[in-house]
């Protein structure tokens, strides 16, 4: 996960023949990280329930 955003970014500036903005990898990684989380916290409560 950690060199996915920064590797997406740069696929997606060479496909958009644009510079890679470190912005945008930044936030792709965040929101990435951030629904990892809310499925990761969403299955331990359907496990604990059980």
């Known amino acids: 996960?950690?060199?996915?955003?920064p590797l997406t970014a740069l696929l997606r500036a060479a496909m958009l023949n644009t510079a890679a903005l470190p912005l945008f990898?930044?936030?792709?990684g965040g929101s990435a990280a951030l629904g990892m989380l809310a499925w990761r916290a969403l299955w331990m409560l359907t496990r604990r329930k059980r």
């Open 1 to 5: 996960m950690l060199l996915a955003a």
């Open 25 to 28: 990898a930044l936030i792709l």
